[in-house]
């Protein structure tokens, strides 16, 4: 998806993905979660009780997985704005 610039987190990395997307959020830079599997989607969750352990690579997905900002207008500047942010991040 060429709208989507999606990143996973390392299982190495000590922070959580909502840790980072607020650590980039004070930096000035969204960041979105746009992968929510089905097991959490709250109709199929409730209505066959499903539970996020029986789902342990789609949970893991959402649990380290989020989306960049990426857009028609973003200047190489904004690009590595994003990478030095996410860099001093993770480091």
């Known amino acids: 998806a060429w709208h989507l610039y ?3 987190l390392q299982d190495d ?10 650590e980039l959020y004070q930096q000035g830079i969204g960041c979105s979660v746009h992968y929510v ?10 209505r066959y009780a499903l539970d996020a352990a029986r789902f342990p690579v789609s ?3 959402y649990e380290r997985g989020f989306s960049l900002p990426i857009y028609t207008r973003m200047s ?5 704005r ?3 942010a996410l860099r001093r991040i993770l480091d």
């Open 6 to 8: 999606v990143i996973r």
């Open 13 to 22: 990395v000590k922070l959580s993905r909502d840790q980072v997307i607020a």
């Open 37 to 46: 599997p089905l097991h959490q989607q709250p109709y199929w969750r409730d």
């Open 59 to 61: 949970q893991r997905l």
């Open 76 to 80: 190489d500047a904004d690009v590595d």
């Open 82 to 84: 994003v990478i030095s």
